[in-house]
């Protein structure tokens, strides 16, 4: 249950550490349950950081001066601060195309600061993006406007969302991606399986991140047996590996797939996948928020800012080559983890090729479906209840998440 997490509710997902001498270096990344990005810590790192001279880092989109419609200024504030709750990664694509011009990387702090740039237009204002995760101590990233209030904007799943609507309610303004990448793997060779209750009608271990939510519904739904579930998963491949893979485990879409098959010698085989999205567990994953008590005074900013993001994962899913060469780059400014330029080409790829970034049932790219959010809640609600956490009475769809601010002609090519 909830209660059980080691770790701040905000990342109940995790990566995958390696099983390498260099293991004891990222061994605190195993307490981490955020969803892409780490995998196995390998020999196959990211390229380019020395120990010369570092070459200046700019931003992902040419820039020109701002005017008229395209200009934030006097609208936002001068600085838009996003807290993400990781470090950079694909699944943040489009908020990183968002830099433009010579970026200011502070490596102390873990965090990158440019103009923000609007399809190649400056738009008079900054962006500070800031890493999350073990940048800042593992503290949920949808907290940190309650103690920091030059944070406009932090990322969250819904689910996250609603079980912090008791205490520090925060509003989704904008869901850049529109699946969540959590999967339960599989090998191949050994198994057919074509739905999560396949998996179900054997008895086959299905290992999981302790506390994760969609494994409560997966379980209550009866896709999955009580049984059968696992919760001793810690980010380590050790137990697949011991298995030979006749196993079920938890992973992202973006990270354990292509880290398993192309980073792991002691798999290096491909993997199969379900994702847990297609089990019914309707979560929109990393949505961008804002304080529900600040909103109104920052509607203005809202209006203006929430369809430069739209137009940007657009833009993103399009075309990532130049955003993921920067998120790379910043990966190895803060000493964060091995991530190369093939592992986030093959992240951009299999978001875009299975709707993880994608327009809705209606042509948007970044809105909200009410009827999904509410199925939502009636899913969490007894999961929170039992981890005596309750939502609140009577919350609903519109009181977590908002299409107010969403440009619905806006949606991916």
Not at 211 to 222: E, F, K, P, Q, R
Not at 396 to 409: G, K, W
Request: glycine fraction near 8%.
């Amino acid at each position: 249950m909830l209660t059980s997490v080691k770790v701040p509710w905000g990342f109940r997902k995790t990566h995958i550490t390696a099983v390498w001498p260099d293991l004891d270096r990222y061994r605190p990344l195993v307490l981490r349950p955020r969803p892409a990005a780490l995998a196995v810590a390998v020999a196959l790192t990211a390229a380019g950081c020395s120990g010369g001279p570092q070459e200046p880092v700019t931003g992902a989109r040419p820039t020109a001066s701002a005017s008229g419609a395209s200009s934030l200024a006097g609208v936002c504030p001068q600085t838009v601060v996003i807290q993400s709750n990781w470090w950079p990664q694909a699944e943040d694509g489009s908020i990183y195309r968002l830099l433009g011009g010579e970026l200011d990387v502070d490596a102390g702090r873990k965090r990158v600061t440019g103009a923000l740039v609007a399809e190649g237009v400056d738009t008079g204002v900054r962006l500070e993006i800031r890493s999350g995760g073990p940048a800042n101590g593992f503290v949920p990233a949808a907290t940190v406007p309650f103690t920091d209030e030059s944070v406009l904007l932090a990322t969250a799943d819904t689910d996250q969302v609603a079980q912090l609507a008791a205490t520090r309610r925060v509003k989704a303004v904008v869901a850049p991606l529109e699946k969540s990448p959590v999967v339960l793997m599989f090998d191949p060779a050994r198994h057919r399986f074509r739905t999560v209750a396949d998996i179900g009608r054997t008895d086959l271990r299905v290992l999981y991140f302790q506390g994760a939510t969609y494994m409560d519904y997966l379980v209550g739904s009866g896709q999955l047996k009580r049984s059968q579930v696992d919760a001793g998963y810690t980010g380590n491949p050790d137990r697949w590996v011991a298995a030979g893979g006749n196993l079920v485990q938890q992973g992202f879409l973006t990270n354990e797939p292509f880290a398993y098959e192309n980073e792991l010698p002691a798999w290096n085989k491909k993997v199969a996948w379900l994702l847990v999205a297609d089990a019914g567990y309707p979560v929109y994953p990393e949505t961008l928020v804002v304080r529900a008590d600040r909103e109104q005074r920052h509607a203005p900013c809202l209006e203006k800012l929430v369809p430069v993001i739209q137009r940007s994962a657009a833009g993103y899913l399009a075309d990532p080559d130049a955003t993921n060469q920067l998120i790379v780059r910043l990966t190895q400014d803060f000493d964060a983890y091995p991530y190369s330029a093939a592992r986030a080409a093959y992240a951009a790829r299999v978001m875009k090729d299975n709707g993880i970034v994608g327009n809705g049932t209606n042509g948007t790219l970044g809105d909200f479906d009410t009827a999904r959010v509410t199925t939502l809640l009636e899913v969490v609600g007894p999961v929170f209840a039992a981890a005596k956490q309750p939502l609140p009475a009577g919350l609903t769809a519109e009181d977590i998440t908002t299409n107010a601010y969403v440009d619905a002609s806006i949606g991916a090519g």
